[in-house]
């Protein structure tokens, strides 16, 4: 859907006498603000998931988060990440440093096509969850619909043109209200994008009621699909003569 196009018009008139410059004579600038939007439709599901570990030995900790690597890889979905940290579990406690075990996590961020494929990585990471019990628990992070960066792209560039072809239709009017012939100097572009991240937590709700019977039937949420709306705004210069 194509909105409204915005209009700011300043003129500024320079006059010059017989001079240097006096090919400048009886010019005028014109300073044009335009602005053209759309709605884009998201095309891709994302969410963050961080597997957080814990344990009395470093090497089941990492040992657990190994396989959860292998998982995840197992599933073919498209994510990147797969970074981990492990440290050791220390806390104050009575002005000194206590330390039990260790921590440690590994973060995953998908581009999914279709939300239900998010099913299949719960169900996955419940396994670890029945496994381990306490040990493992997990954090999903900004579940939402987006807009691809090559859709994104495409529209961008779509929009550039457009506000350029009604940049050079205003030129030509511009033209002939001012009985001068107006050409365009100057064309600066300002693009204001569809936000990414939305502020949205969700801590370890699926695995903590994930059982043999029902972990190969999760149904997590899925937030509504809504348009994300991407805008162009140029600030355009034309002289006069």
């Not at 470093?58 to 690597?69: C, F, P, Q, R």
């Not at 994930?210 to 039937?217: D, N, Q």
Request: proline residues 3%; aromatic residues 10%; hydrophobic residues 35%.
């Amino acid at each position: 859907m194509k909105k409204a196009i915005l209009f700011v018009i300043i003129f500024i008139i320079l006059f010059t006498g017989n001079n240097a410059f006096s090919e400048q004579k009886d010019s005028t600038k014109v300073y044009i603000t335009l602005e053209e939007a759309k709605d884009l439709i998201p095309d891709i599901y994302t969410l963050s998931i961080t597997v957080n570990v814990n344990s009395i030995q470093e090497a089941e900790l990492i040992k657990i988060l190994g396989n959860v690597d292998k998982s995840i890889k197992n599933l073919r979905l498209n994510y990147k990440g797969g970074k981990y940290n492990v440290y050791r579990n220390c806390w104050w406690e009575k002005g000194r440093e206590v330390c039990s075990g260790y921590k440690g996590n590994v973060y995953y961020y998908f581009e999914l096509e279709k939300p239900e494929q998010q099913n299949k990585i719960l169900e996955s990471l419940a396994e670890f969850k029945e496994k381990h019990g306490e040990k493992v628990s997990l954090t999903i992070s900004n579940p939402m619909w987006t807009v691809s960066k090559r859709n994104l792209r495409i529209a961008e560039e779509e929009l550039k043109l457009e506000i350029v072809d009604t940049a050079k239709a205003f030129t030509q009017k511009m033209s002939e209200k001012l009985g001068k012939i107006c050409n365009i100097s100057e064309i600066n572009y300002d693009l204001r994008r569809p936000p990414i991240w939305y502020p949205f937590r969700e801590e370890d709700i699926m695995l903590k009621s994930a059982t043999k019977e029902s972990r190969i039937s999760l149904e997590a949420p899925t937030p509504v699909k809504e348009d994300k709306t991407l805008s162009v705004k140029t600030s355009i210069t034309l002289i006069c003569r």
